[in-house]
């Protein structure tokens, strides 16, 4: 089972990017991306559930919008009006059951590798 994140890059304040988790070797309920800036705790960013229903951090709320394709095995996170403070390490992580938003109950799961977003002002 691997979870591949893609996407990230170098845009201006104001841009936008767009991410994409795939799994591979199995299919999972929920999904969710979290981040981790220099010197920073791992954040959680927004989660898309197995009903459907999304959750966002209130940080990204309005900018941020997460998605499923489920017969590609696909999250993606479409990220519009992009701040420097949003620069991070952005992962994607999976499980088959609902972790919540705190990074430490995802850890049973699978995270893919991290993805490099930076946003310059």
């Known amino acids: 089972v691997q979870l591949q994140a893609s996407g990230g890059g170098l845009v201006q304040a104001g841009g936008s990017l767009r991410l994409s988790c795939t799994s591979s070797?199995?299919?999972?309920?929920?999904y969710a991306w979290f981040r981790q800036a220099p010197g920073k705790e791992r954040e959680f960013v927004a989660a898309?559930?197995?009903?459907?229903?999304?959750v966002y951090a209130s940080s990204v709320t309005g900018r941020f919008t997460i998605s499923g394709d489920s017969a590609e095995n696909t999250v993606n996170l479409q990220m519009n009006s992009l701040k420097p403070e949003d620069t991070a390490v952005y992962y994607c992580?999976?499980?088959?059951?609902?972790?919540?938003?705190?990074?430490?109950?995802?850890?049973?799961?699978?995270w893919g590798q991290g993805t490099q977003v930076t946003v310059s002002s």
């Open positions: 992580a999976a499980n088959m059951i609902w972790r919540g938003t705190r990074e430490s109950s995802w850890s049973s799961g699978y």
């Open positions: 070797g199995r299919t999972f309920n929920n």
């Open positions: 898309i559930r197995a009903t459907g229903s999304i």
